[in-house]
Structure formats: C-alpha cells, structure tokens
C-alpha cells in the first residue's frame, strides 16, 4: 500500500506563488511516474505535470513556464512549484503515483488565487 500526503495549499493573490509538497509513503526512485492533477469546481479532474522515473518532466499548456515539477528522492517527496498564479489555477490539487500497474491518490489540498 502507498500513502500519500499533500501539504502547502492555500489562498494566494494573483501573480502569487505556491509551493506543493506530496509526501510518499515509500521509495519513490521505484515509481513509474509521480503526477499532480487538479480539479476545480464543475469540471473534471486534469493532469498538471508529471515526472518519470527517468526524471522527463512535462506540463499542461496553460501551467508551462509557470510551473515546475521536481521530486527529491532522498525524502520521496514530489513538489510543485506553482508561480505567477492565476484566478483560474483555483482548484484542488491532488498528488498521484503510478507503480507497478497500480493507482494511488493523495487526499487533496486546495489552492484559491484572488483577484
């Protein structure tokens, strides 16, 4: 079984910044792909950025340039760095781990940008 554990959202203004953690109840150098997702009111759940086990990274187009996804594997942690927020970033943010062929979820943190 895997846990994981979000920390760091919160309500920030606009143009703001934001840092995610997502502690991981296991050896994460072994995991397929860590991933944030996020899912706003009304809409479906969407991927933000994921990281490898090879370490590639990648973006959704509207959080690219903005956000930075990094792990550090001597704490199995996974960060999302979050700058230059915008009002349409609100959302839950929810961290997620594939490894071996199996799904986990951490329980969510929500991230409110003001005007």
Request: hydrophobic residues 30%; aromatic residues 10%; contains cysteine.
């Amino acid at each position: 079984q895997v846990q994981l554990v979000e920390s760091g959202g919160g309500l920030v203004q606009a143009g703001g910044s934001l840092r995610l953690s997502c502690a991981v109840s296991r050896k994460i150098v072994y995991f397929n792909r860590m991933a944030w997702y996020r899912q706003s009111s009304g809409k479906e759940r969407e991927l933000v950025a994921y990281i490898t086990d090879g370490a590639r990274t990648n973006y959704e187009d509207t959080v690219r340039g903005r956000f930075t996804i990094t792990r550090d594997i001597t704490r199995n942690t996974v960060h999302l760095q979050m700058n230059s927020l915008k009002e349409e970033d609100t959302a839950v943010y929810y961290c997620h781990a594939l490894f071996r062929g199996d799904d986990y979820w951490g329980q969510g943190t929500q991230v409110t940008v003001s005007s």
